[in-house]
């Protein structure tokens, strides 16, 4: 099976860069994903990147209904679905770290509450 190709379009380059930069924010917060960058914890994803460069942010209800009329967003629309627990995260906020930042802090906060997924084994 052939390795996935990187995204190296420059436009997607300066998303990846500033999905890092908010990133460094948390140290406790691993990238992971080959092709796909996203945040995980105890199984659960709660940010990641598209391969369009849009940011997809899982917040809890409450904080969910407030992203969307504080940024006049919507909820994140891919692979042909809405994804109900996650924003699409506005361009010129997504560009801005420091107002991201607590809202990056509620997504983690919010996954932390989740119910741990099962892992996977790999075979030997």
């Known amino acids: 099976m052939a390795k996935p190709k990187a995204n190296t379009d420059p436009a997607?380059?300066?998303k990846l860069a500033a999905y890092r930069r908010l990133l460094?924010?948390?140290p406790d917060v691993e990238l992971k994903g080959?092709?796909?960058p996203y945040t995980a914890i105890n199984g659960?994803?709660?940010?990641?990147?598209h391969p369009d460069g849009a940011m997809a942010l899982r917040l809890a209800?409450?904080?969910r209904e407030a992203f969307l009329a504080t940024y006049g967003t919507t909820l994140f629309?891919?692979?042909g679905i809405i994804q109900k627990e996650y924003v699409t995260v506005p361009v010129g906020l997504f560009d801005d770290t420091d107002q991201l930042r607590p809202h990056f802090q509620a997504s983690f906060d919010y996954v932390r509450t989740l119910k741990p997924k099962a892992t996977k084994k790999k075979n030997a």
């Open 12 to 14: 997607y380059q300066a």
């Open 24 to 26: 460094a924010n948390f």
């Open 34 to 36: 080959a092709t796909i």
């Open 44 to 49: 659960n994803m709660f940010s990641y990147l």
């Open 61 to 63: 209800p409450a904080d």
């Open 77 to 79: 629309h891919a692979y």
